[in-house]
Nanobody
Framework: QVTLVESGGGLVQAGGSARLSCAAS????????MGWFRQAPGKEREFVTA????????YYADSVKGRFTISRDNAKNLVYLEMNSLKPEDTAVYYC?????????????????WGQGTQVTVSS
């Protein structure tokens, strides 16, 4: 029902910034909670940040709190991830996800749809 496509990844120097976008297509986009996850080589996919559709409440992993910001524009069917003060350990494939359940948004199984991911590489 929902197709997600991430964009904005690339090579960034440590201390720099980047902005990822997630474009959604399908019905009732505004009814879905949205999340960002990331997966580094050899590691499991981990929670980064999320926003709950019903309240607008945002959640952040401790590792990115204060550096990353999630936002959404329902009129444009877009979700954003603003990343600042990037570190080499932020290097990963970043995935956008959409979910319609009330389970904790830090859980991967809270989401019904996933994008294909976009690579973010932080050098230096």
């Amino acid at each position: 029902q929902v197709t997600l496509v991430e964009s904005g990844g690339g090579l960034v120097q440590a201390g720099g910034s980047a902005r990822l976008s997630c474009a959604a297509s399908g019905r009732s986009f505004s009814r879905y909670s949205m999340g960002w996850f990331r997966q580094a080589p050899g590691k499991e996919r981990e929670f980064v940040t999320a926003i709950r559709w019903s309240t607008g409440t945002t959640y952040y992993a401790d590792s990115v709190k204060g550096r990353f910001t999630i936002s959404r524009d329902n009129a444009k069917n877009l979700v954003y991830l603003e990343m600042n003060s990037l570190k080499p350990e932020d290097t990963a494939v970043y995935y956008c996800a959409a979910g319609g359940s009330a389970r904790p948004l830090t859980w991967r199984n809270a989401y019904d749809y996933w994008g294909q991911g976009t690579q973010v590489t932080v050098s230096s």
